[in-house]
């Protein structure tokens, strides 16, 4: 399942350095997570990174975006095969 941002983010820029598949960047309004490319850091780290730093707890799980972990390992490797 991949995460996603509301709207109670206060864009203080510490989630999207912390990605390691470089799935957040800067929307109009708030910080995005294009689910796409969100692996909940499944194959880099035991914990979601992004969800670890975030200092208002503005980071759920994206209902309209479920995946198993063995859907996110296959999804991290793709994201990183050479």
């Avoid at 203080?12 to 912390?18: G, M, T």
């Avoid at 035991?46 to 503005?58: A, K």
């Amino acid at each position: 399942m991949a995460l996603y941002i509301t709207d109670e983010c206060i864009n203080c820029d510490v989630c999207e350095p912390e990605c390691p598949n470089e799935a957040i960047s800067a929307g109009d309004d708030i910080y995005i997570i294009n689910p796409d490319l969100c692996t909940e850091c499944v194959g880099h780290y035991e914990t979601s990174q992004c969800v670890e730093v975030c200092p208002v707890d503005c980071i759920p799980h994206d209902p309209d975006h479920v995946e198993t972990q063995e859907q996110l390992m296959e999804k991290y490797k793709k994201l990183t095969a050479a």
